[in-house]
RNA sequence: GGGGAGAUGGCCGAGCGGUCAAUGGCAGCAGACUGUAAAUCUGCCGGCGUACGCCUACGGAGGUUCGAAUCCUUCUCUCCCCA
């Protein structure tokens, strides 16, 4: 295999990344594996305590894919044993404290969405417990001799932690120390991560030059909004594009994100170049363009990505029937009523509304629809043979026959 | 080791014996307006009952009281100050 030049290497790693650091290194490392034809190993590491991936999680996912393009040597560590430790305290909710068959079956499930993005093909995975389990206490007081408290506190969400008085546990010190060990043990020439860890990835390099490595470069990315445009995208805030969303889910969340967010959305989410960019740029600038244009554009190129142009297209049609045509799906799913059913207890034990109590104040805030009509009566009532597709809010179907 | 403050609904945060399912803000849901954007306005926002009602809930366990998120005891956890 030869690589392209370091020139053109750099363009695509440039590609949506926030910082590279230093970026005169990441050169001489890729010069050097030009020159030896040899690749860089390339880190990133996952948290397997939560299962679902989004597209926030596939902008670093991309980039890692990006290397694999570019003939370099991807490897994938699955946090396993920080994920078993977990966090004892129970304070940090992001951080449950999984069993080990927890933690591997969600790794699996993570791997399988990560399929999506990466070349599972020549992807190398590794668990980090195989080797943190084998440390003894010896070697991780000698690991933490290696850090100061005053350089831990420098982290930005300890530093702010610290300020606010909310707790911060020892053993969450370690964690940047474990997943620096990680880049140790592995040998890691370049690690990728969102700028949230960018401290972490930078003890990495501190301790490989520690244990007498070359130190690796980093590259963060950016974190990706979700939908509202505000909070990071993650499923706990419901802001998220799921990796597994359907097309049309794909397409409609994209359509419902705000306006400042959609360049970032081009740059990050649908793996635009920087000509894109700059040419999406300059149409919304140019105050001609309606940016709902601009953002169905987005949409199918999002699509497209996961799914291919076909789905891109049905994804898009389906918006417009079912969104901007306020219409019905062709498909959806169907209930048999058994016997005579108050609509109310219909739409709750489909699962439509989370209790009789929430379907009841939907229908009398006239946010159901029976085949289009709006109901308001909470009385209604619906017989067997009937049929007839009920809509609740924008987006939950039913059809009762 | 000593002293002080605190733990409330998804989150933040009031309440400090009855009128508290618990003010307010955020998030969420729905409606109006739109480009399913944002902003704005309106309504909803523990469960069961179409209202009155019942059940569950103010860190855990006991207790005082006709009545406790509110008082007492104890346990668990957190923060601050001094050493």
């Given at each position: 295999m030869s690589f392209l030049s370091v020139n053109n290497q750099m363009d695509l790693i440039r590609r949506?990344?926030?910082?590279?650091?230093p970026e005169n290194e990441i050169l001489k490392k890729l010069e050097k594996s030009k020159n030896e034809n040899k690749p860089l190993t390339i880190k990133l590491g996952c948290d397997p305590s939560r299962p679902d991936l989004h597209i926030g999680h596939g902008v670093v996912l991309r980039k890692l894919r990006h290397f694999q393009d570019l003939g370099h040597q991807a490897v994938l560590i699955i946090g396993d044993f920080t994920a078993m430790i977990?966090?004892?305290?129970?304070?940090?909710?992001?951080?449950p404290s999984l069993t080990l068959d927890e933690a591997k079956a969600n790794a699996e499930s993570y791997i399988e969405q990560s399929k999506v993005i990466l070349d599972i093909e020549t992807l190398k995975i590794l668990y980090n417990s195989e080797w943190l389990n084998a440390m003894n206490f010896s070697d991780v007081i000698g690991l933490t001799s290696k850090y100061t408290v005053a350089r831990m506190l420098e982290r930005d969400d300890f530093t702010k932690r610290y300020q606010s008085e909310t707790p911060i546990s020892?053993?969450?010190?370690?964690y940047p120390l474990a997943q620096g060990m990680d880049s140790v043990e592995l040998k890691a020439d370049v690690e990728l991560g969102g700028t949230d860890q960018k401290f972490n990835l930078l003890v990495g390099r501190d301790l490989q030059r520690e244990y007498g490595q070359a130190p690796q470069c980093i590259v963060t990315l950016p974190l990706l909004e979700g939908t509202d445009g505000?909070?990071?995208?993650s499923k706990s805030y419901g802001n998220d594009i799921g990796l597994m969303d359907s097309p049309e889910e794909k397409y409609g969340k994209t359509m419902s994100i705000?306006?400042?967010?959609i360049v970032k959305y081009f740059k990050?989410?649908?793996?635009?170049d920087e000509d894109k960019v700059e040419s999406v740029e300059k149409v919304l600038a140019d105050?001609?363009?309606?940016p709902r244009d601009v953002k169905r554009e987005l949409g199918r190129a999002i699509v497209e990505l996961y799914h291919g142009t076909d789905s891109a297209q049905a994804a898009e049609q389906h918006f417009d029937k079912i969104i901007v045509q306020k219409d019905i799906p062709d498909e959806m799913d169907e209930i048999e009523l058994k016997s005579d059913q108050l609509l109310v207890d219909v739409i709750a034990s489909a699962g439509l509304t989370k209790s009789k109590g929430e379907a009841r104040r939907l229908i009398k805030q006239n946010a159901v629809k029976l085949d289009g009509k709006t109901c308001a009566d909470i009385n209604h009532k619906l017989s067997v043979g009937e049929e007839v597709a009920i809509k609740v809010g924008k987006r939950r179907f039913i059809k009762v026959k």
């Amino acid at each position: 295999m030869s690589f392209l030049s370091v020139n053109n290497q750099m363009d695509l790693i440039r590609r949506g990344a926030e910082e590279i650091i230093p970026e005169n290194e990441i050169l001489k490392k890729l010069e050097k594996s030009k020159n030896e034809n040899k690749p860089l190993t390339i880190k990133l590491g996952c948290d397997p305590s939560r299962p679902d991936l989004h597209i926030g999680h596939g902008v670093v996912l991309r980039k890692l894919r990006h290397f694999q393009d570019l003939g370099h040597q991807a490897v994938l560590i699955i946090g396993d044993f920080t994920a078993m430790i977990g966090d004892p305290s129970g304070r940090n909710k992001t951080r449950p404290s999984l069993t080990l068959d927890e933690a591997k079956a969600n790794a699996e499930s993570y791997i399988e969405q990560s399929k999506v993005i990466l070349d599972i093909e020549t992807l190398k995975i590794l668990y980090n417990s195989e080797w943190l389990n084998a440390m003894n206490f010896s070697d991780v007081i000698g690991l933490t001799s290696k850090y100061t408290v005053a350089r831990m506190l420098e982290r930005d969400d300890f530093t702010k932690r610290y300020q606010s008085e909310t707790p911060i546990s020892l053993h969450e010190f370690l964690y940047p120390l474990a997943q620096g060990m990680d880049s140790v043990e592995l040998k890691a020439d370049v690690e990728l991560g969102g700028t949230d860890q960018k401290f972490n990835l930078l003890v990495g390099r501190d301790l490989q030059r520690e244990y007498g490595q070359a130190p690796q470069c980093i590259v963060t990315l950016p974190l990706l909004e979700g939908t509202d445009g505000v909070e990071k995208m993650s499923k706990s805030y419901g802001n998220d594009i799921g990796l597994m969303d359907s097309p049309e889910e794909k397409y409609g969340k994209t359509m419902s994100i705000s306006d400042g967010m959609i360049v970032k959305y081009f740059k990050l989410a649908a793996d635009a170049d920087e000509d894109k960019v700059e040419s999406v740029e300059k149409v919304l600038a140019d105050g001609k363009t309606n940016p709902r244009d601009v953002k169905r554009e987005l949409g199918r190129a999002i699509v497209e990505l996961y799914h291919g142009t076909d789905s891109a297209q049905a994804a898009e049609q389906h918006f417009d029937k079912i969104i901007v045509q306020k219409d019905i799906p062709d498909e959806m799913d169907e209930i048999e009523l058994k016997s005579d059913q108050l609509l109310v207890d219909v739409i709750a034990s489909a699962g439509l509304t989370k209790s009789k109590g929430e379907a009841r104040r939907l229908i009398k805030q006239n946010a159901v629809k029976l085949d289009g009509k709006t109901c308001a009566d909470i009385n209604h009532k619906l017989s067997v043979g009937e049929e007839v597709a009920i809509k609740v809010g924008k987006r939950r179907f039913i059809k009762v026959k």
